[in-house]
């Protein structure tokens, strides 16, 4: 028998989950398919989240003859095979973990996807924008599949027992409701999963209580919802931050029990450069390659390298400088008002008067006192460099020995 959330799938996009920006009234899809245009995307998300329902549904909304596709499993001569079928008419394939399509199989896709004969849906949990092929993505649309609140699990859950889609008679307490909502991390499938593992237990109880429904699904000490999640991540960050090397483990720790690589990967990555940044810049480049081999290897073994990045994370010289002066750049400019750029760095007016550009390497020491911020925030300045490692002092020096030689040129 199927899972009962392949039962349950969603047949319309009113009963999709969480996701009104894309198959909403007002939705991106909703507009697209009204209008008749047939285009090639790729849903992003995570699990759980409707990428497959959509994908599904927007194929049946198209009228055009679908397939599925699974690039993780499938050849390039089961490809070959359903591309076959537009010697008649024009298809939708359905990729499913399109990251993981090898090159011959995208190779032998491309053509297809040129002439317009066949369209696809991609669908992959990772970020399409590193994981997928630039070829491939150069030639789709890509939509954000959100993850799902609590609420929209908890209310789903509600709702299918409300309309006797559950095969269960008793009273289903409500915080059984929240209590997998919150377990299921944004997941809505192993919600009604974990809902149907409870139901079964519980099918000569008159009613489903929360000690009832966590007897059901055992020990789910290591299961926490995304507030947890996020707040661990935090506090990692934190620990790292403030150099406190073994509450840093600790939480790198419960990080790893989740087994949730690619958040402790990201938020490496962040922290090496947010936190760390130019008083050890290199320590990026160390972080990276420890991130590289712990996503190679993969759990258990990627704890040793994520340890290495993490220890040498937390005893490093710390700076935000570069975060803070990008944050202020940002701020300035997105506030308006900074006027035009400066007609002697613009090509155009270069092009009609080459004299009024000073050509750095035409003087000593290829500094030359030039303007290249607007008129009307010339004045400003967002890097202030921090003293308080050889790096950042070395680029403090060399800051202040730029702008006394730019004031005697």
């Known amino acids: 028998m199927k899972p009962l959330a392949f039962q349950l799938r969603p047949q ?35 699990p759980g989240t409707g990428k497959t329902t959509i994908a599904i549904i927007t194929a049946k909304l198209l009228n055009l003859d679908y397939y599925h596709f699974n690039a993780s499993t499938d050849n390039k001569a089961q490809l070959k095979e359903i591309c076959d079928k537009t010697i008649f008419h024009d298809i939708l394939i359905i990729v499913d973990e399109i990251q993981r399509m090898k090159s011959d199989t995208q190779d032998y896709l491309l053509p297809f996807l040129e002439s317009g004969k066949v369209k696809i849906i991609g669908i992959t949990t990772e970020n399409p924008y590193v994981a997928v092929n630039p070829a491939i993505r150069s030639r789709c649309h890509i939509y954000e599949v959100a993850d799902l609140k609590t609420a929209d699990i908890e209310k789903a859950l509600i709702n299918l027992v409300n309309n006797n889609l559950i095969d269960y008679d008793g009273v289903i307490k409500n915080n059984v409701y929240n209590y997998l909502a919150m377990i299921a991390a944004g997941d809505l499938r192993s919600a009604i999963n974990m809902l149907e593992i409870i139901v079964i237990y519980a099918e000569k109880s008159d009613q489903i209580t929360l000690p009832i429904a966590k007897r059901a699904l055992g020990d789910r000490s290591l ?106 750049a940002l701020e300035r400019y997105k506030s308006g008002g900074c006027g035009p750029i400066p007609k002697q760095i613009l090509n155009r007016e270069i092009l009609k008067d080459p004299t009024i550009y000073k050509l750095p390497h035409d003087y000593k020491n290829s500094i030359v006192n030039q303007q290249y911020l607007p008129d009307n925030i010339k004045g400003d300045i967002y890097y202030q460099p921090k003293a308080e490692s050889s790096y950042e002092t070395a680029l403090k020096k060399r800051l202040e020995a730029l702008e006394k030689a730019k004031a005697t040129t």
């Open 223 to 328: 299961v926490l919802g995304k507030e947890d999640l996020h707040d661990i991540l935090s506090a990692f960050q934190k620990a790292i931050r403030g150099s406190d090397v073994n509450a840093s483990l600790h939480y790198l720790a419960r990080l790893i029990a989740l087994e949730d690589l690619a958040s402790i990967v990201r938020r490496l990555l962040v922290i090496v450069y947010e936190d760390i940044g130019l008083a050890n810049p290199l320590l990026g480049v160390k972080v990276k390659a420890c991130c590289d081999a712990a996503l190679q290897v993969g759990f258990p073994e990627a704890r040793i390298p994520l340890s290495v990045a993490v220890i040498d994370a937390a005893l490093s010289p710390k700076s935000n400088t570069a975060f803070m002066a990008i944050e202020q």
């Open 12 to 46: 319309s996009f009113k009963d999709v989950v969480g996701q009104d920006h894309l198959v909403g009234p007002e939705g991106a899809l909703t507009k697209l398919i009204a209008a008749k245009k047939i285009v090639s995307f790729i849903l992003a998300g995570n």
